[in-house]
């Protein structure tokens, strides 16, 4: 187990790494499911998802392709839809035939995944959508994922891939992050 003694940055842990393993293969096992006879595209939304979506693709036993997304609600990307930015588009054009499965590091507002989700709808036969974690109280736009890891409290979280100003990403499990770090 990791030692966070000594960083002070850190609250608690939320979930740990064997919790977070064991529901990856819970989810693994309802994407081979639910797309044994699809075409899957897996898409991760750098850079959050990373971990998560390594995890998660090893777990699958069906075969899937990898395509990877930079979206962000601010900045300036190369385009533009909505109110968010594409910074990296996934690298075919041809989608007509695929269906996606955008995985996501966590649902906070429900802005990005809500703007991105009809653009790729537009282009694939089939969008759904992925999260690690789920944040419904911070809802500002009606927004439900297909496939969930864990439900958590308002709260800001760090570790497995997420970030806090790009640190912490590669703590092992989901902690809290101590509010001194940011307020
Ligand atoms: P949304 O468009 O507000 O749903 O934004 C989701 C994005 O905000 C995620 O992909 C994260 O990059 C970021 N985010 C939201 N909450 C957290 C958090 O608690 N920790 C780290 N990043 C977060
Ligand atoms: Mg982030």
Same mark, same amino acid.
């Given at each position: 187990?990791?030692?966070?003694?000594?960083?002070?940055?850190?609250?608690?842990?939320?979930?740990?790494?064997?919790?977070?393993?064991?529901?990856?293969?819970?989810?693994?096992?309802? @994407?081979?499911?639910?797309?044994?006879?699809?075409?899957?595209?897996? !898409? #991760?939304?750098?850079? #959050?998802?990373?971990?998560?979506?390594?995890? %998660?693709?090893?777990? %699958?036993? +069906?075969?899937? *392709?990898?395509?990877?997304?930079?979206?962000?609600?601010? #900045?300036?990307? $190369?385009?533009?839809?909505? *109110?968010?930015? !594409?910074?990296?588009? @996934?690298?075919?054009?041809?989608?007509?035939?695929?269906?996606?499965?955008?995985?996501?590091?966590?649902?906070?507002?429900?802005?990005?995944?809500?703007?991105? !989700?009809?653009?790729?709808?537009?282009?694939?036969?089939?969008?759904?959508? &992925?999260?690690?974690?789920?944040?419904?109280?911070?809802?500002?736009?009606?927004?439900? $994922?297909?496939?969930?890891?864990?439900?958590?409290?308002?709260?800001?979280?760090?570790?497995?891939? %997420?970030?806090?100003?790009?640190?912490?990403?590669?703590?092992?499990?989901? &902690? +809290?992050?101590?509010?001194?770090?940011?307020?």
């Amino acid at each position: 187990m990791y030692d966070y003694k000594n960083n002070e940055a850190i609250e608690k842990v939320l979930i740990d790494s064997e919790t977070i393993e064991n529901r990856v293969k819970e989810i693994a096992r309802d @994407i081979d499911r639910d797309f044994a006879d699809k075409r899957l595209v897996m !898409v #991760g939304i750098l850079k #959050g998802s990373f971990i998560f979506f390594g995890d %998660l693709v090893r777990n %699958l036993t +069906i075969p899937a *392709e990898i395509e990877f997304m930079k979206v962000s609600s601010y #900045g300036s990307g $190369t385009v533009s839809f909505g *109110e968010i930015k !594409v910074s990296l588009d @996934i690298g075919r054009e041809d989608l007509s035939e695929c269906d996606l499965l955008v995985v996501e590091d966590i649902i906070d507002s429900g802005k990005t995944l809500s703007k991105l !989700v009809p653009h790729l709808a537009k282009r694939a036969r089939s969008v759904k959508t &992925c999260t690690l974690l789920d944040k419904p109280e911070r809802r500002e736009v009606d927004f439900s $994922t297909d496939y969930c890891g864990f439900t958590i409290p308002d709260e800001f979280v760090v570790g497995y891939g %997420l970030d806090y100003d790009e640190k912490y990403r590669t703590l092992p499990d989901v &902690c +809290i992050l101590s509010p001194k770090v940011y307020l």
